[in-house]
């Protein structure tokens, strides 16, 4: 199984940072992958919500990357499910308060099926550029532009 995983402490309150990640359609803000995102069915921050989501792929083609929303615990957990692209990972956020900031952990899990077990390595150095992402969002919540 593939596997990444990255922290960050965030110098904002808990709620809202997770109000901010559950908002998907702010994935184009924080994450350089990301080229579209809409939402497209459910509310816009719930459980069932499904995203409309393009990244940037290889050859400079743009890959189907939507997911849904299969797990929202206010403040502490999301969780989401891709569901449409050559990879489908499953993500989870975690949130924790840490004084007046929030720690934010951004994991992704695939397990690689057909010829794709034979990309592993790929597929999670893949994950982890997504994952240590978290720092675009740090110097996004905090404000800064280093």
Known sequence: MAHAESAVTIDRPIKEV?????DGV??????????EVRLTTGWLQGLGAVYR??????????IKTDYTIVECEPSRTIRFQVIAG??????????EEVGRSTR????????PRGLA???????T???????TMLKNLK????????
């Open 26 to 35: 702010n994935n184009i803000l924080w994450r350089d992958s990301v080229r």
């Open 18 to 22: 997770f109000g901010f990640i559950l």
């Open 117 to 123: 077990r034979f990309m592993d390595k790929k597929i």
């Open 125 to 131: 150095k893949t994950m982890e550029s997504e994952v």
């Open 53 to 62: 989501q393009r990244d940037k792929g290889p050859f400079g083609l743009s």
């Open 139 to 146: 110097r996004h919540l905090e404000g800064r532009n280093e």
């Open 86 to 95: 050559p990879a489908r990972p499953a993500g989870t956020y975690r949130f």
């Open 104 to 111: 934010v952990t951004f994991a992704l899990d695939l397990q």
